[in-house]
């Protein structure tokens, strides 16, 4: 049996002849993507980005959430993956499988992110757990003053090494 495309129909006969196939039952179909308008093709291209989606979303997750140990950066770096994989579909080379390429770009993703934050100023936060003043007023009366006593025995600014 001989299945084929429109486009090949005398290409796929010829073969078969060489090959000594004429009584070969032959299927010519039209082709999938060729001579398709930019609507059915944005229509054919949100259909398969739904398809991965549904297909990696799980495992995307947890693979990220494994890397980066935070549920809502996994969630985040999950769908920038899926979008990445929707924008750069024209570039899959199919020296891989699919599902590899995919999980690639996510291990990427985490490796910037992470290589980002390490660069990042950390800053400290203060707590924002108030005091109320009857708890801080004995501090006041009596450490305070003790600690202004040893800070006068330190010599000044000018000299100390930072």
Not at 11 to 31: D, I, N, W
Not at 130 to 140: A, C, E, K, N, Y
Not at 148 to 155: A, E, G, H, I, V
Request: no cysteine.
């Amino acid at each position: 049996m001989v299945v084929a495309t429109n486009e090949f129909v005398t290409a796929a006969e010829a073969q078969s002849k060489s090959l000594g196939y004429s009584a070969v039952a032959r299927v010519f179909t039209p082709h999938p993507i060729q001579d398709r308008t930019d609507d059915e093709m944005r229509a054919y291209a949100d259909a398969a980005f739904d398809e991965i989606v549904a297909r990696y979303k799980g495992r995307l997750y947890s693979f990220t959430l494994r890397m980066v140990k935070d549920p809502s950066l996994a969630e985040e770096m999950t769908q920038e993956t899926l979008i990445r994989v929707y924008m750069h579909a024209d570039k899959y080379r199919e020296i891989a499988k699919f599902s590899t390429w995919v999980f690639t770009i996510a291990t990427n993703l985490v490796r910037n992110r992470m290589r980002q934050q390490s660069r990042a100023p950390r800053l400290l936060r203060s707590s924002t757990v108030s005091l109320p003043m009857p708890v801080l007023q004995p501090v006041m009366t009596t450490v305070l003053p003790s600690m202004r006593t040893l800070f006068s025995y330190l010599p000044p600014l000018r000299y100390w090494r930072m």
